[in-house]
Structure formats: C-alpha cells, structure tokens
C-alpha cells in the first residue's frame, strides 16, 4: 500500500478538526487583542487547552508530555475561556504555560482544613467556583480532570493548589448538595439579591466542613466519570 | 514590522499549523497560516494562506515546495474574515490536501 493510501485513524481525524477550530479561537483571540503573543515567545510550540473538551485536553496534553519528553520547548495556551469579572483572579490567572514535565502534585505544606481559611470565589456569570486551599491566590493554570472540575497548578512548582469548579449550581450541587456549604465563605460576584440571600441561608446552617473537603476530592471524581 | 512565528499542534500524526503573523503599533498588520504535515518525521509544506498585497490567497504545494496551484480567496476582507476563510478550508480538506501532497512525492 502506498503512503498517501493510508488512512487518517477516526480518532487523529477528530482532534485535528477540533484543534483547527480551536487554533481558528486562538487566532480570532489574537486578532482582538495582539498583547496576547506577549507572553509567548516567537517560534514556540502551541498546544492548545480547551475549557471544555477534557478528552481532547487530554489527548493534547499527552502529545505535549511526549514532546516534552523527547526534549522539545512546548507551551500550553488555554482557548476560549472567558474572562472573568475576578480582579485578582484575572491577574493571576495564566492563559500560557510553558509546558515542563507537568506532574500535578499536593505540595508537602499540607492544605488548610478549615473552610474558613480557604480563598474561595464564586462567579455566577460563569457559574464557575474557585477554591485556593492554601488562603492565596497564587499564579497558575486549570488543568481539567472531568467535565466539571479542573487543578489550579502552580506554573513553578507543579504543585495542586486548589480546584476550579464549573457548572457549580447547574450540575455540581444538584449532584453533591453539601457542596453549596462552599458558597457560606464565598467571595460571590455577580449574584443576584435573592441569590445572595438564598445561599446566606445555606450559610446559617450547621456547616460540615471536613465532608465538603473530602466531597471536593472523592464526590466530584465521582460526578465527572 | 516584527514578526513572530508559532507552531501550533493539530494531531497525534505531528501535524501543525505554522502561524506567521507581524504587528505594528499593537494591531496585526499580516497573518500567514500554513499547514505543514509530518510525513517521515520531517514537517513539510502542504498548504499555506496569506494576506499579501491586500488579498488573501491560498497556495498548494508540492514535495519540491513548489506552489502547484495559486487561489484567491477573498479579496479587500478583513483578517478575521480570511483567517476563517482558511480554517474553513482546512477544516474541510486537509486530509485531502494531505494525501495529494503525499502523491507528489518522487
């Protein structure tokens, strides 16, 4: 059989379409704003991030952890994601990466196990939850785990900082209702009145903060399968 | 007019897209997309679209490098209209521009 007779496997076909939609995203986001190629130096190699494609996140950062591995510069560039109404969380939030051997981890410093000391924001217009569980909000980049949940990874030390939830209302707490005790110690931005005052309630209640910390690592792995 | 290059990966095969694009005063004032596919571990020049001279163009090539067929595309759009001029094409052919481009092959 001759070269060009090979065919394309379904499946390399697939995230090719997906990334030549995704690079059409990236281009359009440039064209917009130009101070986005800042950030990334001149002949560097992209691999795109989608917000909410995990299986095609994960067949790109596989890409990206061989090219690595063969001794390649590489640098993730996260697509499409909207920018938030969060001050500091846009400030910190990095949209490019260069791509080491990224090997998510829990630092050695253990996480703080009480609510009350989490950094916590929650912003409704994009029903999205962030919970820094060391108190800071450090610099560092989502990396999706399941439709709903990504790690919040510390660009220098690879280490897992904290969890970024999306759909929370819509899916999460429907899902794993003591999840909503999170909003108690929220920074909200841009909930309604009647919003506010619902979640308040759900704040008066008798919190149980250990279940919500364990609920984060073990219920929501369970919801995204 | 600096201009930066990138590469932006497509696919398990290796493929890119290879992204040229120079700026003047904080705006695109050029973009150039060219598909290159990684065939026998080499990157090689299938496909390209630019904006010269005021058009946008799409030019197939062939092993040699060569352009084996000049198209325009569009003409006195803006650069998000050609870029997704391009991505539509892309979208659409790049397998088959893939395989042609393996036909030229001595």
Redesign the interface.
């Known amino acids: 059989m001759s ?3 090979r065919r ?1 496997a379904r499946a ?2 697939e ?3 997906k ?3 995704l ?2 995203a ?3 986001e ?2 917009a704003r ?2 986005i ?1 800042e950030r ?1 130096p ?7 991030i989608p917000p909410s494609e995990p299986e095609l996140a994960r ?2 950062l ?3 952890y061989q ?1 690595v591995e063969s001794g390649e510069s590489v640098f993730l560039q996260r697509v499409g994601v909207p920018d938030p109404d969060v001050p500091a969380w846009h400030e910190t939030e990095l949209r490019s990466l260069q791509f080491q051997w990224l090997v998510p981890r829990f630092p050695v410093e253990a996480p703080k196990f009480s609510q009350a000391d989490w950094a916590i924001t929650y912003e409704r217009q994009l029903d999205t939850l962030i919970v820094d569980l060391y108190g800071r909000r450090q610099p560092g980049m989502a990396v999706p785990i399941n439709p709903h949940m990504g790690l919040w990874v510390d660009q220098r030390t690879h280490e897992i900082v904290g969890y970024v939830l999306a759909q929370f209302l819509q899916t999460l707490v429907s899902k794993v209702p003591q999840l909503v005790n999170l909003l108690s110690t929220a920074e909200l931005v841009g909930a309604t009145d009647d919003e506010i005052a619902e979640w308040r309630r759900a704040r008066e209640s008798k919190l149980d903060e250990e279940e919500t910390l364990l609920s984060l690592g073990d219920e929501l792995d369970r919801v995204g399968t | 007019m600096p201009e930066r290059s990138y590469e932006i990966l497509l696919n398990d095969l290796g493929d890119i897209i290879r992204v040229i694009i120079a700026t003047e005063a904080g705006k695109v004032v050029m973009f150039m997309i060219q598909y290159e596919a990684r065939i026998d571990g080499k990157l090689r020049r299938v496909v390209r679209y630019d904006t010269a001279h005021g058009f946008a163009h799409r030019d197939l090539l062939d092993w040699s490098g060569e352009t084996i067929k000049k198209r325009k595309i569009g003409e006195e759009i803006s650069f998000g209209e050609a870029l997704d001029l391009a991505m539509n094409d892309l979208k659409a052919n790049w397998k088959r521009y893939r395989a042609n481009y393996e036909r030229t092959r001595p």
């Open positions: 070269t060009h007779r394309v390399t076909a995230q090719t379409m990334n030549v939609e690079a059409r990236f281009l359009h440039v064209l130009p101070s190629l990334i001149t002949d560097a190699r992209l691999v795109l067949r790109n596989s890409i990206a090219m």
